[in-house]
């Protein structure tokens, strides 16, 4: 059974630096997209980051230029390095990882909290 599970979520001043990580367990297959999403409360998820086939990645526009997400193939494992972060990235974040059947898998969120 494939478990995907976040880590490296907590509480930070603005301007501070967090890096997520995410691996999966078990035999999931191959692997055609991974991506951080996050919800904050009374929001819709939303896209941060991913990696799609190729390894082409796509930002929010919203963390451009702050945030980049990159992956371990080898160890089934994706990271999001946060930079520069704002009260405004405040929210439950959640990463995916898509199998090439298309099938997708998720975690159970990691929280990030930005304030003073």
């Known amino acids: 059974q494939v478990q995907i599970v976040e880590s490296g979520g907590d509480l930070v001043q603005p301007g501070g630096s967090l890096r997520l990580s995410c691996a999966a367990s078990?035999?999931?297959?191959?692997?055609?997209?991974v991506g951080w999403y996050r919800q904050a409360p009374g929001k819709q998820r939303e896209l941060v980051a991913r990696?799609?086939?190729?390894?082409?990645?796509n930002y929010a526009d919203s963390v451009k230029g702050r945030f980049a997400i990159s992956r371990d193939n080898a160890k089934n494992t994706v990271y999001l390095q946060m930079n520069s972060l704002k009260p405004e990235d405040t929210a439950l974040h959640y990463c995916?990882?898509?199998?090439?059947?298309?099938?997708?898998?998720w975690g159970q969120g990691t929280q990030v909290t930005v304030s003073s």
């Open positions: 995916n990882m898509r199998r090439s059947t298309g099938f997708e898998y």
């Open positions: 078990g035999s999931i297959g191959v692997v055609s997209a």
């Open positions: 990696i799609i086939s190729g390894g082409t990645t």
